[in-house]
């Protein structure tokens, strides 16, 4: 019985902040950014969006012929909006899920969703009638004027688990786990507290593990930062060409680190530039997440799942965002730090964009209430 990914949605905001904006403020060399740590780009949220409302975004089209089946939520996140109630339960009204729906939010830095997808398989094998929904959402924000300033971003996944996939069959995988000092967000912290050159060595160091020295006709990796994908391939046992390795880290490169979601931005990423027919082709899949824990499984791309992956769509909600002055960026992630601080909100519509179906309404006592526009 193949038990997979049967669909997959994307949420990325409109606005972006282009990099060289980012350097020329910072007083650095725009290469620093846009060569060194690979990113062009980095997604903004604004105020009327969060982590609930970009799940949400990303997993209403997928739902809509399946909403009877679906008995399970598990939403991946670094970036909860409360310390008790899950993410996944306004998830869940907004998307008009029936009652009996078990729900879970899952955390293990940015490797949660690969561990949520691996659990959502094993149920869906004992329980076949059933489908998971397993979303990744987060917000990467390291503060102003940091050295993981140009790695932030923002976005989420959608990843609808079922037996007899149409879009990727999920093998299981191999995982090594240790506790590392690598990054971590202690309670008395908005931001995480983050040793880069440890991280990469941790990061590596787990991928050698637990590499099957397969030659993959692609390897998808968790990206931190777009280069990350050049520095985890001359890890790999068998490596992959510049050229599948700059396909891995396209769509990388143009929002930054979504967390959870990085890993399978980069899956989105293959699905759409691959030159090969991937039909019937295995791909690799590196998930990493600080603390840490690394586990490298693989996917089977089914024959027809053209049908559910829509290419030019994808690429549309990449080209069509809108870039931001450096003051707009200020401003909008001034406006994300203190939100996440106020016990009652009202958001201001000055940045309501034609990609925002669901917005915050407003915050009141600290519970978030949101709106389908």
């Not at 050229?243 to 989105?268: A, H, P």
């Not at 909008?332 to 730090?337: D, E, R």
Request: with cysteine; proline share 3%; glycine share 6%.
């Amino acid at each position: 019985m193949k038990v997979g990914i049967d669909k997959m949605g994307f949420y990325v905001p409109k606005f972006y902040l282009d990099m060289e904006d980012l350097a020329h403020a910072r007083g650095v060399e725009v290469d620093k950014y846009k060569i060194g740590i690979g990113q062009h780009q980095t997604a903004l949220l604004s105020p009327l969006e969060d982590i609930v409302t970009m799940a949400i975004e990303a997993a209403y089209d997928i739902i809509q012929d399946d909403k009877d089946c679906i008995d399970t939520i598990l939403l991946a996140t670094e970036s909860a909006v409360d310390f008790s109630k899950s993410a996944g339960n306004y998830v869940h009204k907004m998307l008009g899920l029936g009652t009996h729906v078990r729900i879970l939010e899952v955390k293990q830095a940015c490797y949660a969703a690969t561990g949520a997808l691996q659990l959502a398989c094993d149920y869906v094998r004992i329980q076949p009638d059933k489908k998971v929904l397993v979303l990744s959402s987060d917000v990467a924000w390291y503060g102003f004027d940091t050295p993981g300033e140009a790695t932030q971003g923002a976005g989420a996944i959608a990843l609808l688990v079922s037996v007899n996939p149409r879009l990727a069959e999920v093998h299981k995988g191999t995982f090594v786990t240790e506790d590392l000092a690598d990054f971590y967000r202690p309670t008395y912290s908005e931001i995480p507290i983050v040793d880069g050159k440890l991280s990469i060595r941790c990061y590596t160091s787990m991928l050698q593990q637990v590499d099957p020295g397969i030659d993959y006709v692609y390897t998808c990796f968790h990206l931190p930062f777009a280069s990350m994908a050049d520095k985890a391939n001359k890890a790999l046992q068998i490596p992959l060409s510049k050229e599948k390795v700059d396909i891995t880290k396209r769509f990388g490169m143009m929002i930054g680190n979504i967390y959870n979601g990085s890993l399978f931005l980069s899956l989105l990423s293959v699905l759409v530039y691959a030159k090969e027919e991937l039909s019937n082709q295995t791909i690799g899949m590196y998930s990493y997440g600080s603390g840490a824990i690394g586990e490298f499984f693989s996917v089977t791309i089914q024959d027809g799942f053209e049908s559910v992956v829509n290419r030019r769509q994808l690429i549309e909600k990449i080209e069509h965002r809108q870039a931001v002055s450096f003051s707009s960026y200020e401003e909008l992630m001034t406006l994300f730090a203190s939100k996440e601080r106020l016990e009652n909100f009202v958001p201001t519509m000055k940045y309501l964009s034609d990609y925002n179906r669901f917005v915050i309404a407003k915050i009141d006592r600290g519970n978030r209430i949101y709106q389908a526009l």
